[in-house]
């Protein structure tokens, strides 16, 4: 019997995956990953689905490693005007890189998550896939994972939707049946980005000055790490007609604003890729998605040296530094990077 171990957040999508898991046969182990202070009522809610399920558990203590490699790049990243998106990070750093290594230690052949996506094989190559819930898909986060880790990850909840998965839970009488679904970024309590940087930080970050695309003085800004590409709402300036962050320029601690008709582009630029499925040819077509709830859109893409160009066949809105653009072959997960 091959063992797997899931990872259990203490969250009702992991619980019902560790359920699906064992009902296919799979002789699995739960464990959960510590990943802040404050975070011991998910492990105690995971305990709970272990012995439920009867399987043995693990807490794993990883909040040293969570602080040095997502949320201090986390913070990194907005200081050098960049939005960074820490789940994709964490996903390859955490949940598929030290918790995959205590799989191995535990002697497991496979990991398990309640991740909504899928992963099958084709003509002998493992992909990663676009999960059947569409509403729920979570492909986008996962494209950094190694591509020679597919082989060994299950995603039972490829098929189901919310309100199954809630259902399941239920009838076997999980106590996260109705817990509410976490966050994006779990270490953001309040939604506040720039009030958590200064806290981790113990800075100030000082005002500077909103230009417009001119470079004309517009007013005065609060620290530049308060705004993201495309922001209307709290810029704190009053201009007569809706302006946006349209480019941040830490240099010179400027954000420059905009119109919304001046924050569509139809090329970008990204570096750190990952592929998932290696590109045949130097520059093909596809699709390509530039945050999460951004529809997919088509695209050519350029593979040059380090870099990958992407140009779209119509401009799209408010490409940000520091969000990943993931490319997609129907519901194929190509591979992803980093925008520059």
């Given at each position: 019997?091959?063992?797997?171990?899931?990872?259990?957040?203490g969250?009702?999508?992991?619980?019902?995956?560790?359920?699906?898991?064992?009902?296919?046969?799979?002789?699995?182990?739960?464990?959960?990953?510590?990943?802040?202070?404050?975070?011991k009522?998910?492990?105690?809610?995971?305990?709970?689905?272990?012995?439920?399920?009867?399987?043995?558990?693990?807490a794993?203590?990883?909040?040293?490693?969570?602080?040095?490699?997502?949320?201090?790049?986390?913070v990194?990243?907005y200081e050098?005007?960049?939005?960074?998106?820490?789940?994709?990070?964490?996903?390859k750093?955490?949940?598929?890189?030290?918790?995959?290594?205590?799989?191995?230690?535990?002697?497991?052949?496979y990991?398990?998550?309640?991740?909504?996506?899928?992963?099958?094989?084709?003509n002998?190559?493992?992909?990663l896939?676009?999960?059947?819930?569409?509403?729920?898909?979570?492909?986008?986060?996962?494209?950094s994972?190694?591509?020679?880790?597919l082989?060994?990850?299950l995603?039972?909840?490829?098929?189901?939707?919310?309100?199954?998965?809630?259902?399941?839970?239920?009838?076997?009488?999980f106590?996260?049946?109705?817990k509410k679904?976490?966050?994006?970024?779990?270490?953001?309590?309040?939604?506040?980005?720039?009030?958590?940087?200064?806290?981790?930080?113990?800075k100030?970050?000082?005002?500077?000055?909103?230009?417009?695309?001119?470079?004309?003085?517009?007013?005065?800004h609060?620290?530049?790490?308060?705004?993201?590409?495309?922001?209307?709402k709290?810029?704190?300036?009053?201009?007569?007609?809706?302006?946006?962050?349209?480019?941040?320029?830490?240099i010179?601690?400027?954000?420059?604003?905009?119109?919304d008709?001046?924050?569509?582009s139809?090329?970008?630029?990204?570096?750190?890729?990952?592929?998932?499925?290696?590109?045949?040819?130097?520059?093909?077509?596809?699709?390509?998605?530039?945050?999460?709830?951004?529809?997919?859109?088509?695209?050519?893409?350029?593979?040059?040296?380090?870099?990958?160009?992407?140009?779209?066949s119509?401009?799209?809105?408010?490409?940000?530094?520091?969000?990943?653009?993931?490319?997609?072959d129907g519901?194929?997960?190509?591979?992803?990077?980093?925008?520059?």
């Open positions: 019997m091959a063992r797997a171990l899931i990872a259990l957040s969250g009702v999508d992991s619980s019902v995956a560790a359920y699906l898991a064992k009902e296919a046969g799979y002789d699995i182990i739960g464990a959960t990953i510590l990943l802040k202070d404050g975070g009522s998910s492990v105690e809610d995971a305990k709970s689905i272990a012995k439920k399920l009867g399987i043995p558990f693990y794993f203590d990883m909040r040293e490693q969570f602080r040095n490699e997502i949320i201090n790049d986390f990194l990243s050098n005007g960049l939005t960074p998106n820490p789940c994709v990070l964490c996903n750093k955490m949940k598929f890189g030290y918790l995959f290594e205590k799989a191995k230690e535990l002697g497991c052949d990991i398990v998550t309640g991740h909504y996506a899928k992963i099958v094989e084709e002998g190559e493992f992909c896939k676009k999960s059947e819930n569409s509403a729920k898909d979570q492909s986008y986060f996962l494209y994972i190694g591509r020679g880790m082989p060994k990850i995603f039972p909840l490829e098929s189901y939707d919310k309100a199954q998965i809630r259902s399941i839970a239920a009838n076997l009488g106590a996260t049946a109705e679904d976490s966050q994006d970024i779990c270490f953001i309590e309040n939604g506040d980005y720039a009030a958590v940087i200064e806290g981790l930080t113990g100030e970050y000082e005002k500077g000055n909103f230009v417009d695309i001119n470079g004309k003085i517009l007013g005065s609060n620290g530049i790490i308060r705004y993201t590409i495309g922001q209307r709290g810029l704190g300036i009053a201009l007569g007609k809706p302006m946006f962050v349209g480019k941040k320029d830490v010179n601690n400027t954000v420059m604003l905009c119109e008709s001046e924050l569509y139809d090329n970008l630029k990204a570096n750190k890729f990952n592929w998932l499925s290696e590109p045949k040819e130097k520059s093909f077509s596809c699709k390509a998605r530039i945050r999460y709830r951004h529809v997919e859109q088509p695209a050519i893409v350029t593979v040059e040296g380090d870099e990958v160009s992407i140009k779209f119509e401009p799209q809105r408010a490409i940000t530094p520091g969000q990943s653009v993931v490319l997609y519901d194929k997960v190509l591979g992803g990077g980093i925008i520059l």
